[in-house]
């Protein structure tokens, strides 16, 4: 299975050209810290000016602060099909360098340079993203691969709220209202289709990205302000951006 999905993932020169792209980026930040930015509502309370000259991953639909704040995130990362629909126009015309789901990334994006296309396979924690990612039942998990193979030492997650207001089957197709109480922005998903979260399945890929972290001697927290994970040991985001 996995040898007839990366046979298909190379048949684009988009995917040669994202792993030259990709080996770039191996071990090129080992000892430092990162933060990866969540989608819940919680992300408000971070003070995103403090996040100033720490590499940041920015997921989905990150692209909705920007018209209130100046920060902006070192990497994007996003790989569902309906985000990478929705919000085209955006990772369209960005320069930051973004990761994304091949497969989708074809139905959705003109390549450009900045695009690193990834092949996504349900295998667990990968340490080798030019083999392939996991989505692990959040985009977030395909972001601490992503750290993990740059070499960041230390990883926190912010906005990881782990809570949802509207739930349904794990995976099933839902419509929005007027207004997303999920979300940091109340546009995020309002009038749009979007896929329940798995919970239980985050909670396993959490699990595996702290045991690969741990293994390696590296630290992996979640220092969200409000969150229902209990997974990922917690630490305030100044604590960490100060040890």
């Not at 070192?74 to 789901?101: H, I, K």
């Not at 007027?178 to 979260?197: I, K, L, R, V």
Request: proline share 3%; with cysteine.
């Amino acid at each position: 299975m996995y040898a007839l999905r990366r046979l298909r993932f190379l048949s684009a020169i988009s995917a040669w050209r994202s792993l030259r792209h990709l080996a770039s980026y191996e071990n090129a930040y080992r000892g430092k810290k990162a933060v990866i930015l969540c989608n819940g509502p919680s992300l408000n309370d971070v003070d995103l000016e403090a996040l100033d000259g720490v590499s940041t991953f920015g997921l989905n639909k990150v692209n909705l602060l920007y018209g209130r704040v100046s920060f902006r995130p070192s990497f994007l990362v996003a790989v569902n099909d309906l985000v990478l629909s929705q919000n085209a126009d955006f990772y369209q015309s960005t320069d930051t360098p973004l990761f994304v789901d091949g497969f989708n990334a074809r139905r959705h994006l003109r390549y450009r340079e900045n695009q690193i296309h990834l092949c996504c396979y349900e295998n667990g924690f990968s340490r080798a993203p030019e083999k392939y990612v996991s989505q692990g039942g959040t985009v977030t998990f395909v972001a601490l691969q992503l750290a993990f193979f740059m070499g960041f030492q230390e990883v926190a997650l912010v906005g990881c709220d782990h809570y949802f207001i509207e739930i349904g089957a794990p995976h099933s197709l839902l419509h929005g209202g007027e207004t997303d109480p999920n979300h940091f922005d109340a546009s995020y998903f309002a009038g749009q289709n979007w896929q329940a979260p798995d919970l239980q399945m985050s909670e396993r890929s959490y699990a595996q990205a702290l045991k690969a972290f741990q293994s390696h001697g590296r630290l992996l927290v979640n220092a969200s302000t409000e969150t229902k994970l209990s997974v990922l040991p917690r630490q305030k985001l100044t604590a960490f951006l100060a040890g």
